[in-house]
């Protein structure tokens, strides 16, 4: 599966923006998908992930009350809703797919990785 985020841009502190991610070459509609990010200088790091369903969803502290993420199965996609955003937000943000979700470990189960979209908040 092939997977293409966009979505990302400049924002001030306290704005908002909604990424997406675009799967294609099979139907993402058995797997799970998550965001995950890398600051400049930083490891990469989970953001949140969502089920097949969507009826189960895992966020980063970080980022809890403030970002959504969802999916649509008949169109193929997943989004990151992301509000009241900080500087600290800042970062390279990927979409990923894969078999299972897993709330304690969120990187094993992603096997499908895309392009990042650069996403900048200014203080």
């Known amino acids: 599966v092939q997977l293409q985020a966009s979505g990302g841009g400049l924002v001030q502190a306290g704005g908002s923006l909604r990424l997406s991610c675009a799967a294609s070459?099979?139907?993402?509609?058995?797997?799970?998908m998550g965001w995950f990010r890398q600051a400049p200088g930083k490891e990469r790091e989970f953001v949140a992930t969502?089920?097949?369903?969507?009826?189960?969803?895992y966020y980063a502290d970080s980022v809890k009350g403030r970002f959504t993420i969802s999916r649509d199965n008949v169109l193929n996609t997943a989004s990151l809703e992301m509000n009241s955003l900080k500087p600290e937000d800042t970062a390279v943000y990927y979409c990923?797919?894969?078999?299972?979700?897993?709330?304690?470990?969120?990187?094993?189960?992603?096997?499908?990785w895309g392009k990042g979209t650069l996403v900048t908040v200014s203080s």
């Open positions: 969502i089920n097949w369903s969507g009826g189960t969803k």
């Open positions: 990923a797919a894969g078999p299972r979700i897993n709330g304690a470990r969120p990187f094993y189960g992603m096997d499908s």
């Open positions: 070459g099979r139907t993402v509609s058995s797997y799970a």
